[in-house]
């Protein structure tokens, strides 16, 4: 099925210059760019998008680094594009991810108490339509 999925450029992403790096993997698969933008998020915003990690002993690291720059949002279409786009993006520990995916090839582990792991993507189609919500409207 088509899908819509939210993916983000994190701020380790976009204050690394690897915007255009990850924008053109997931181009040169084939998942279509329906809107991308720069944004700033406040606390309320991440503390929604992060509402299932509340009280996890990375969560107040996770939302202080989420506020440390920008991040890039995109809304992301393709068909399965939401297990595509993470299959794409590695798995969260960058150490660990795969070579070959953006995790795996670019993420670096810094040692701190969050994994910079340079993206998100919705883990599920219910994940996906609250998360586009919360950073589109
Ligand atoms: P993300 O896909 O945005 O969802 C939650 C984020 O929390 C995740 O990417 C990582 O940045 C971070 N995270 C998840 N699990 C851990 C962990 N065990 N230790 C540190 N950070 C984590």
């Known amino acids: 099925p088509i899908e819509e999925t939210l993916v983000l450029v994190k701020p380790d992403g ?10 053109a993997r997931i181009e ?10 720069l944004v700033e998020p406040d606390r309320e915003r ?4 992060y509402a ?18 920008p991040s890039v949002a995109i809304r992301l279409a393709g068909n399965r594009v939401i297990e595509g786009f993470r299959s794409l993006a590695g798995t969260t520990d960058p150490t660990t991810a795969a070579p070959g995916t953006i995790r795996g090839d670019f993420g670096r582990d810094w ?4 994994q910079q792991n340079l993206v998100h993507g919705s883990d599920s189609p219910e994940s996906a339509s609250r998360e586009l919500e919360i950073w589109f409207g």
Do not use: C, N, W
């Not at 976009?14 to 924008?23: C, M």
């Not at 991440?46 to 998008?49: G, I, S």
């Not at 040692?111 to 969050?114: H, N």
């Open 14 to 23: 976009v204050a690394r210059g690897l915007t255009g790096a990850i924008l």
């Open 28 to 37: 040169a698969k084939g998942y279509a760019l329906v809107d991308v933008r």
């Open 46 to 49: 991440l503390e929604k998008h």
């Open 52 to 69: 299932e990690h509340a009280g996890k002993p990375f969560y107040e690291p996770l939302l202080e680094f989420m506020q440390s720059g």
């Open 111 to 114: 040692g701190l108490a969050v």
